[in-house]
């Protein structure tokens, strides 16, 4: 045994002088950092940018936004070129000043991008982010296991569906899809009616079979549920590998989100980081990426680019007035916050 | 002498590596399964192709092994270090020196996090690979410790104490009679801290630098969005290069001997 | 995890061996530890982080009846997982010890090899056998035996799995380190001094091997606390551990000082806890022993 250790720690100091040694040995070349989600753009674009420009690329995956943030103000801003992060960290991002403007006139293709999705809350002056797509959370279910009627979020709270429902493991999400089947905002922040949705949000718990923001969709296709409150690339998904699933536009309204590229602060490629962002507005492009995330395009010169498939997908292709309908989910207040926390840890430990 | 295990105990060990390597088993199968959510749909290379062609995932490896081997080679020398030094010293903050350094064993990964990720902005150290190197062996040094020092505990001091009357340095009497009597908890507790450190994503998230990302947060991202069939694989093969070594160092040892028999 | 028992207090001497590992601790443990102590007495920024106000809201929080209903559910689902993987490590750990040198160091190799391939892609193994549409529910039902797929996932049973499965190892690992340096022929004496072998058990390898069974408990009993990965992805986020709840203070209420203060509020439970059970196992060893 005595000789076994030793040679493992051997073997051990070994690799490490060795890899130590040619870690420190790479050449400079030009650079483009990413900080995004995992698999979130396609690594053919990515490929292809490479090709056209010469510029490496770094692509750094975060897995929630929150850490992207605190990652974000512990390095000033300073370690990344392009984030894509959705609208309401951005508007965090922006009121904590850890933004930098864009310089259009680098971006030409800046003119193709759909103006419905441009100068929202979180950058109303459109001077620091590019939409990269947009998407809403639907109801998605399988028609032949689910008995009762589904037209909005109220329909979850039905007592045949017990145990078999998949809702996002969101606090937000949750809570204000509970509001919003009371007929209020998303973003309400009067304590009564938050008490009253949290009262309300305690009788769905015996049909929740998982919450889960993830991969839900996995749980439906798999057959665990048979209902859930999921988002757009996710209820792509299952239509595709399910195609009988039904889609439910809430009659109730819908939330809304836009995931755009930005650069921090203190970015350290601003060349290349304004390139990528041009690069992501070619029409072609731009729906080669909606085509992989599987959400709304929000470029619209990408249209006729745009398969037949993608656009007959109920997910991904809202009609037009029932996109009107639709509402972002803003920051709201310290005791809202924490309020929607107790009732949402009490809902869950319950 | 001890007694040898009957078949019913030699039953019960089979079980239980079964159990463990159940799971294994199905990820490895599903790895060769041409759909990409669950359901078997025939026999594929695909996700071995996918692998292949992502880049990030070598480059990620390599940092991995770098730091995983590295701080767990630190660690080991800290651990075993201080538990080995700790049964021969009295002073009063001993017990207090000694919790305090299983703390990161105890506290939530997300916590440790968030104070390295402040500590070492403060401190202007860029993150990268020396503070990732920092994080895990701290988090790693517990693991060796406490394995070494349970061993300790009991160990004859006598032993040692003979080889010194016999004129053995203390560090001849270390490497002679200490070491090999806690040689298999500090193997075991490296085995353990490497575990822990090739499984670490939250910590690693937190210290990592733009270019000294690791396998265990690329591949707990993929698997968050879903990316499962290519990820299967990708620990297909790592498994493959574990149980390789594992077979390579065995017939080595068995060549090794029968040479050593000869003689 | 105990000191050397306590001498007379005129010995003072420091081995250097222990350098290292103290400045490791001061700087890397200690000090972030200050910062973190720190931050439980601030309040969350309106926006993000934190901000300078002092406070002692935070340590008020902590004692809400969700909190502390919270507190004793992780802490059953600690014990439990700390018994269970007892139940089933010891024997484990005992009969490995058993086998000859070569074999059981085999033994060993092969329950920490898969803990080296990432956890939740070991654990989505069983999610794949376990599911609706899993290996185990279409088994049942091409044989039969079930007309409707079991749902044996998103539950407490599920998670307890889970749990076990994760840190197994820990426990085995710890109790074979000290089976294996055991003296067998201490039992061999109480046999022939006419011990029943069950009894041989109780009072002299059980006491022999406590160390190790302490070692392994505390580091199955230590993470379990705080592991909230297990309960989301085979409980279905349905039950909310400590883990869980410290994560939902970072990410969803976005309250670092809350999240903090109920981290340092577990690891003075975890400390308690640790040292009850070290001075009620060290007096059973001792008696043993002596």
Known sequence: MKKTVLRVLSLVLLVSVLVLTTAGCSAKKQELVIFSWADYIDPELLSEFTANTGIEINYNYFNSEEEMLAKLEATDGGDYDIIIASDYIINIARSEGLLKEINKEKVPNY????????????????????????????????????????????????????????????????????????????????????????????????????????????????????????????????????????????????????????????????????????FMCEPEISARASIFTQYINCNSAATQYLPEDFLNNQAVNIPADVLGDIEFMEDISTEATEQMNAIWNEFKQS | MKKKNGALSKLYVILVLFLTYLPVFVVVLYSFNNSKYGNWEGFSFTWYDKLFQ???????????????????????????????????????????????SMIPMMLPEIILGMAYLAFFSILKIPFGMLTLIIAHTTFCVPYIYINVQSRLVGLDPSFVEAARDLGASPTRAFIDVTLPLIAPAVLSGALLALAMSMDDVVISFFVTGTTSNTLPLQVYSMLKMGVTPEVNALCTLILLVVFGCIGLYYLFMSLYRRRAEKQ | MTAVPETKKTERRISPAVIPMYIVTVLFVALPMVYVIGITFLMKDEVFGITNQVTLKNYADLFSAVNLKVFADSFVVAISTTVLTLLIGYPFAYFTARFSQKTRSFIILLIMAPFWINSLLRLN???????????????????????????????????????????????????????????????????????????????????????????????????????FFISDLLGGSKVLLLGNLIKNEFYQARNWPMGATLSIAMLAFTFVFIIIYKKVTDDKTAGGLK
Request: proline share 5%.
């Open chain 3, 125 to 227: 193994g069983w999610i794949i056998l376990l599911k609706a549409n899993g290996a185990i529910n279409e088994g049942l039902l091409a044989l039969g035996i079930i007309s409707e797929p079991l749902k044996i996932l998103y539950n407490n049973g599920a998670m307890m799995l889970g749990m076990v499965y994760a840190l197994l190892p820990f426990m085995i690992t710890s109790i074979y380190n000290s089976v294996e340096k055991m003296d067998w022929t201490l039992i061999e004496a109480a046999r022939d001094l006419g011990s029943k072998p069950f009894s041989a058990f109780l009072r002299v390898t059980l006491p022999l091997t406590m160390p190790g069974v302490v070692a392994g408990c505390v580091l199955v009993f230590v993470p379990s606390m705080g592991l």
């Open chain 2, 54 to 100: 992502n880049r990030q995932i070598w480059r990620s490896l390599k940092n991995t092994l770098i730091l995983a081997f590295s701080s767990c080679f630190l660690s080991i020398l800290i651990g075993t270090a201080g538990a080995v030094g700790m049964a021969k010293s009295r002073f009063r903050t001993m017990n207090l020196l000694e919790n305090v």
């Open chain 1, 111 to 278: 003119s193709n991008l759909n103006e419905k999705y441009l100068n929202q809350y979180y950058d109303p002056d459109g001077k620091y982010t590019i939409p990269y797509v947009a998407g809403t959370p639907l109801i998605v279910y399988n028609p032949d296991r689910v008995t009762c009627e589904i037209t909005g979020y109220n329909s979850l709270w039905d007592e045949s569906l017990k145990d078999q429902v998949v809702v996002m493991d969101h606090m937000r999400n949750v809570i204000g899809f509970t509001m919003k089947s009371m007929g209020y905002s998303l973003n309400t922040e009067d304590p009564e009616v938050i008490a009253k949705a949290g009262e309300k949000l305690m009788a769905l718990k015996p049909n929740i079979r998982a919450l889960d923001g993830d991969t839900p969709h996995e749980k439906l296709i798999s057959g665990e549920c048979t209902v859930g409150y999921i988002f757009t690339s996710q209820v792509s998904n299952v239509l595709m590998e399910c195609p009988n699933f039904k889609v439910v536009y809430p009659e109730e309204g819908m939330g809304f989100g836009i995931d755009s590229l930005f650069m921090p602060k203190n970015a350290p490629h601003e060349d290349a980081a304004l390139k990528f962002m041009d």
